[in-house]
């Protein structure tokens, strides 16, 4: 059990930072944002269950072979008020660690979506109180505010797009048809709860730099894939234009005009994604502007089937195997 605690315990670090690290770094993400997308949830679900594994086997070593017959020996022993000869100080940091580290990441999760409904249920009652429907939009509300806004508000049952009258301003018809169409994507494609989980993993490990560095990845990658459907609905050009033009906005910019939005997505797509990747992004999301536009106005071909297959696959290496080493131990 001693050389799986260990095993797991490698494989924990590779995940902590090198291997995102270099997921972070890569260009290929912003082609295929969906196997990206994937793939960093692999890591971060992978990791978590190395690190806990690791410390709880090293933990139960003392008590059993493997990990039915340690916890079974360890529920046994603490009835008794005894230990076993050879548990050590380490072993019972070990056991308490892979305890309190668990506990803290599942209950940080469940207070997460537990605040994050609470707060869209105030919002849903403000939006109804302070906001006009859309004419011939079904589940579309409008706001009277002059800057450009548009977000979705995910609901059971009851989910809505809100537009600002800024946002219709600002925008031509076809622009706010690619508008809508992205926003719709997030709630069709529940793109909140992966967004969800990754703010509970970096708010539970603030001090942990790729959890900052995962989350903000995510952001981008689910972006892209709004991006991805709403060019379905619009071409290519008028989602860039349009990404521009709000994003420039609301990063407190006088909203440039169509041939200035052209030349920046000219310039975007000159400077690629940069040579830390699309997705060494920031935070906010008027940041993401660039990447997103680069993207639209020079597209990649997307990964090839067999690329994206290998991802598929070491993503679900990433997940099994750990729980195979763990409960194999």
């Known amino acids: 059990m001693i050389t799986a605690a260990a095993l797991l315990g490698v ?45 709880l086997l ?34 019972v940091l070990a056991l308490g660690a892979a305890i309190l580290l668990g506990t803290h990441l599942l209950l940080n999760l469940l207070a997460t979506f537990v605040r994050a409904e609470r707060q869209r249920r105030r919002h849903h009652t403000l939006i109804a109180l302070l906001s006009d429907p859309l004419h011939g939009q079904p589940g579309m509300r409008v706001i009277d505010h002059p800057a450009p806004v548009a977000y979705c508000l995910p609901g059971a049952g009851h989910s809505a797009t ?4 800024g946002l219709l301003r600002l925008l031509d018809a076809e622009q706010v048809r690619a508008v809508i169409a992205h926003e719709q994507a997030h709630l069709v494609q529940q793109h909140h709860l992966v967004l969800l989980a990754f ?19 995510v952001a981008l990658l689910v972006e892209m894939l709004a991006d991805d459907h709403a060019r379905r609905v619009v071409d290519d050009h008028t989602l860039a234009r349009a990404i521009a033009l709000t994003g420039f906005a609301l990063a407190g ?14 310039a975007a797509a000159s400077a690629s994604l940069t040579e830390k990747g699309p997705v060494a992004a920031p935070e906010h999301a008027a940041q993401q502007v660039m990447p997103r536009v680069a993207r639209l106005v020079n597209p990649a071909v997307p990964l090839r089937y067999s690329a994206t297959a290998g991802a598929l696959t070491v993503s679900v290496v990433l997940l099994a195997g750990p729980a195979f080493i763990l409960f194999a131990a």
């Open 11 to 55: 494989i924990a670090l590779l995940l902590a930072w090198p291997v995102p690290l270099a997921l972070a770094r890569a260009g290929w993400p912003a082609r295929s944002p969906g196997v990206a997308l994937v793939l960093w949830q692999a890591i971060a679900l992978s990791g978590g269950l190395s690190m806990i594994g690791s410390l």
């Open 58 to 91: 090293y933990g139960l070593v003392p008590f059993g072979a493997n990990l039915g017959a340690g916890v079974s020996a360890l529920s046994g022993d603490l009835r008794a008020g005894t230990l076993p000869v050879g548990t050590s100080v380490s072993h």
């Open 162 to 165: 809100v537009l600002s009258n």
């Open 199 to 217: 703010k509970s993993w970096h708010s539970a490990l603030p001090w942990f730099p790729i959890a900052n560095r995962a989350e903000n990845a």
């Open 253 to 266: 910019f006088a909203a440039p005009s169509l041939g200035e939005a052209d030349a920046t997505a000219r």
